[in-house]
């Protein structure tokens, strides 16, 4: 079993920036492919970025050239740089660990950004 847990969310205004962490129990971090989805008030949930165990990234194209995802395998840690926020960032964003079919999820993080 896979414990998550997301942190750094919080309300910010159009154009600032946040980081987001997600701190992974399990001794085989570097194994898992690691994403972030975020879920708006409404709406499904989305995939954001994710990274694999050999660091290559992936992004939705809403969040190209503003979100950086990285991860620290020493730490079991995954992060989400985000910049230049906008409104329609606002969602509860999801930690996800993904390993052969196993898929675990975080509990969330409030990200909230006022134009």
């Known amino acids: 079993q896979v414990q998550l847990v997301e942190s750094g969310g919080g309300l910010v205004q159009a154009g600032e920036s946040l980081r987001l962490s997600c701190a992974a129990s399990?001794?085989?971090?570097?194994?898992?492919?690691m994403g972030w989805y975020r879920q708006a008030p409404g709406k499904q949930r989305e995939l954001v970025a994710t990274?694999?165990?050999?660091?290559?990234?992936n992004y939705a194209d809403s969040v190209k050239g503003r979100f950086t995802i990285s991860r620290d395998n020493a730490k079991n840690t995954v992060f989400l740089q985000m910049n230049s926020l906008k409104p329609e960032d606002t969602a509860v964003y999801y930690c996800?660990?993904?390993?052969?079919?196993?898929?675990?999820w975080g509990q969330g993080t409030q990200v909230n950004v006022s134009s």
């Open positions: 996800n660990a993904n390993w052969l079919d196993y898929y675990y």
């Open positions: 399990g001794s085989i971090f570097s194994s898992y492919v």
């Open positions: 990274i694999t165990s050999g660091r290559i990234p």
